[in-house]
């Protein structure tokens, strides 16, 4: 008997590039997209290591962890890297990008992460877009928590390297995953000698021999499953269409938002809305309530409920609201409203799930 799964039939080239395209048009780009065969981590680290080298001085702006690690690798390459840490609570500004040129010069890459779904801040790519155009820097952005929440427009924000994934807000597969190249960064990483070739890191590998032999033969057998789920979860975008899918995350931030600043014990963690993701809202617990706690005990009475405490040294103040993908819909943000309420009436904090509820509503309509 066939299987549904381990059956299949092989995946031609052209099948592969047409994902390829229908990813393009879904980030409204003419770049180059190349579809990298693993989670987002592998594009991230390979356009770092593939445009930056000892002759690099980056501009590495922390708005959460994922800054951290990039930081980590730009140093990793040889880069010399001036950190931008903002407090996460809040977004980096262009101004403050600006500042930072003005003190350096010579910085010649900005890595910047779009919405960080781990501190529930998004930042202003248009903006920053173009304050490093106009010193001619490379521009990278891990947009892989706000692709499919908010508008990611790499052409129109002059973004040279961005990489998405399809695991958050396009509710699809986590196993694979892509990245926008422009000319420019192209250039970039052809002049430099650390690039890595011949390495499952190297984006010049798959421009050789994928994108400018024609795209007619695969240099790998193609993740085949992760391809099909990456194909069907754009399919299932494209039907419902882009703007709607972003008009629910949308929603369902502002919902939770103003239904968690109902709850006592509870408010936003982002102080600004405009600074909030759609993907993720994150929430700060009152002094001597601990998150874990309080969301253990939400997730006790619904293990469904896509609630989590904040990573690391967060975890005894964040509670994180993952309201992306599938759960970007009113009756999630409404059930983990009144879960979260209930497990702060049973922690000796007596709150209104109505008011919350109420409050939500009136953002979901
Ligand atoms: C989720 C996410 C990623 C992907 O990493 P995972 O930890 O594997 O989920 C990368 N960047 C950002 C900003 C993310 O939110």
């Known amino acids: 008997m066939t299987h549904p799964f381990l059956d299949l039939a092989p995946m031609s080239a052209a099948h592969f590039a047409s994902i390829e395209d229908r990813v393009a048009r879904l980030l409204s780009t003419r770049q180059d997209v190349v579809i990298t065969q693993g989670e987002a981590l592998l594009p991230l680290e390979g356009a770092i290591r593939s445009a930056a080298g000892p002759g690099t001085t980056a501009l590495n702006v922390v708005t959460g962890p994922?800054?951290?690690?990039?930081?980590?690798?730009?140093r990793d390459c040889?880069?010399?890297v001036h950190d931008l840490a903002v407090p996460f609570h809040t977004a980096v500004t262009a101004e403050q990008v600006r500042a930072a040129f003005a003190e350096h010069p010579e910085i010649g890459f900005v890595s910047l992460v779009h919405a960080?779904?781990?501190?529930?801040?998004?930042?202003p790519v248009a903006e920053i877009g173009e304050v490093v155009r106009e010193h001619g820097a490379l521009l990278y952005l891990d947009a892989v928590a706000s692709v499919g929440a908010e508008p990611v427009l790499p052409d129109a924000w002059g973004v040279d390297l961005c990489v998405i994934g399809a695991q958050k807000a396009m509710g699809g597969p986590a196993g694979v995953s892509a990245v926008s190249v422009s000319r420019r960064a192209w250039d970039r990483m052809a002049a430099n000698p650390h690039a890595p070739r011949r390495s499952y890191l190297s984006l010049l590998d798959w421009k050789e021999r994928w994108t400018d032999a024609g795209r007619r033969a695969l240099p790998h057998a193609p993740a085949q499953l992760e391809m099909l789920a990456l194909e069907a979860?754009?399919?299932r975008i494209e039907a419902e269409g882009l703007d709607t899918v972003m008009s629910r995350h949308a929603a369902a931030a502002a919902a939770t938002r103003a239904g968690a600043s109902a709850l006592d014990g509870l408010e936003p963690y982002v102080y600004e809305a405009a600074d909030a993701a759609p993907v993720a809202t994150t929430l700060r617990t009152a002094p001597g309530l601990d998150a874990s706690e309080l969301v253990a005990r939400a997730?006790?009475?619904?293990p469904a409920l896509p609630l989590a405490a904040g990573g690391g040294a967060l975890a005894g103040e964040m509670v994180r609201?993952?309201?992306y993908g599938p759960a970007a819909t009113g009756d999630t943000v409404l059930a983990c409203l009144s879960a979260l309420a209930a497990a702060l009436t049973e922690s000796g904090r007596p709150a209104d799930a109505a008011a919350a509820r109420r409050a939500a509503a009136d953002l979901l309509a």
Not at 299 to 302: E, V
């Open 66 to 74: 994922y800054g951290r690690t990039f930081g980590d690798w730009l």
């Open 78 to 80: 040889g880069a010399t």
């Open 116 to 123: 960080e779904a781990a501190t529930g801040n998004t930042n």
């Open 233 to 235: 979860c754009v399919a």
């Open 299 to 302: 997730l006790a009475a619904d």
């Open 321 to 323: 609201v993952n309201h």
